[in-house]
């Protein structure tokens, strides 16, 4: 698959970011840069950048003398990043729905309609859809720094969406969960949408836990 684009280096990313966070890329093996490149029809320079960049937002870590890896898909990374999750992502969109206007109220039901038609096998999408959902219900905060840390945690998160939405009900409650969010938030009920949201958080890792415990079994 060749990639002709003006930003080559930001295609690269977005394409090894997906393959990343749908498990596509084995973990505790060195990427062969090499072949990676000649697949994608680029440069290594184009894929070093994203390498790099890839590396910032905590998807993948650089060895000495041995290369990138694709950190391991475990119980230990869910627990953290969804512990940071909860004690900061509620909180901000609860804030965030004091400061909504028209405008984010459309971008967020745009993207909850989008989330909601991706269909069962369409793993390649949902994650990112997931994402898009909860960072608009954040966004209207307007405070960049707050965001972007949010924004990596759900990205990071995305490994562990299609995991958990895996055994059957899990989207039909997402859905429940996620309308309902979405309509406290849009009526600017600030506490109750900072509650919603750290249950549906916290059920999320308590489900994550279960999961892990029986593969472990």
Known sequence: MSIIAKTLSEQVYMLVRDRILLNELPANHPIRQDALAKELGVSKIPLREAFARLERDGLLQSITNRGFFVYPFSATEAEEVYALRLKIEPEAVGRAALKVTDEDKKKAL??????????????????????????????????????????????????????????????????????????????????????????????????LRGQFDSDNA
């Open 110 to 207: 745009a993207a909850l309609h989008a989330l909601d038609k991706a269909g069962p096998n369409d793993k390649s999408v949902v994650g990112s859809l997931n994402r898009d959902f909860h960072m608009s219900l954040v966004r209207p905060l307007r405070q960049q720094t707050t965001i972007s840390i949010i924004e990596r945690l759900n990205m990071i998160a995305e490994r562990y969406v299609h995991k958990h939405l895996e055994p059957a009900g899990r989207r039909k409650r997402a859905k429940k969960e996620h309308t309902e969010m979405f309509e406290a938030w849009s009526a600017g009920q600030s506490k109750v949408v900072e509650n919603m949201v750290y249950d549906h958080i916290a059920t999320t890792l308590d489900d």
